[in-house]
């Protein structure tokens, strides 16, 4: 019996500017690894469908981005600890004929984070993250796993940061006017709103009364380096970007599917850099 190269995919909707076929592309092409990775367009009524026919359709597995990361959890008849806990499901493989579902968007914030300010988290205490969607959910999950004791969660709708910090320990809901205060003497800062992204306007926030020690995480990863990033670094402090977030999220899914785990190298990141800048090398 011939063994077929194994197939990924990435599934969403609207699904065209995804950077994970570029990012998996690379990754299969500098191992000289069999296999392939695309996009999968899939409207929300065809989610339920498309889940049933991945194996038969010759699919090992894939990434399940917005709208369907909550449908992709329901589908799965296994799930790890973290998409429980997440109650979403970004990655996808086929175990012994049944859909197995994890979430890496926990692991890939916290891969970035120790990659880009090693150490952040020898004195980690108190954080102060703003947005509460799914994003955020995902960061005060890695940030409790690493110790934060203290989480003040701002968000402009206080019924979503209420209702998230009702599903954590020790994250206490702020007021979205209130996050001047609540920053400071935090020992982390992270932005999951949409604030600062490319068309969006800027988040504003003080940042001089952060420690000198702080680092300020923004997930939004086009622009590269976002208004809030660039006033941390010219504050002095030490800033994560979202871009090796969406890297190193990827790193397991590509470790189940073609057997490898890849690494996150200066050349790949310059690629997807490239990429978000709307220029290819
Ligand atoms: P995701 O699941 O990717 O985290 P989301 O659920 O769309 O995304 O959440 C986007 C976040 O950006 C939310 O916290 C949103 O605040 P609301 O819950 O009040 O909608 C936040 N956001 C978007 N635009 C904003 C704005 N102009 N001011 C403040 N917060 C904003």
Known sequence: MTR???????IGWPIAHSR???IHG????HYGLPGSYEKAAVPPGEFDAFM???AADGFVGGNVTVPHKEAAFRACAARTATAEA????NTLWIEAGKLHGDNTDAAGFLGALDADAPEWDAR?????????GGAARAVLHALRARGAASIRLANRSRDRSEALARQFAGVEPVDWQARDEAAQGVDILVNTTSLGMTGQPPLEIDLSTLPDHAVVDDIVYAPLETPLLRAARERGLRTVGGLGMLLHQAVPGFE???GRRPAVTAELRSLVEADVQGHRP
């Open 20 to 22: 994970s076929p570029l």
């Open 256 to 258: 189940r599917w073609f």
């Open 124 to 132: 980690l205490k108190t954080a102060l993250v703003l947005g509460a």
């Open 52 to 54: 049933a026919h991945m």
């Open 86 to 89: 997440l109650g979403a499901v």
């Open 26 to 29: 690379w990754w299969l092409a």
């Open 4 to 10: 077929r190269a194994p197939r990924a995919c990435v």
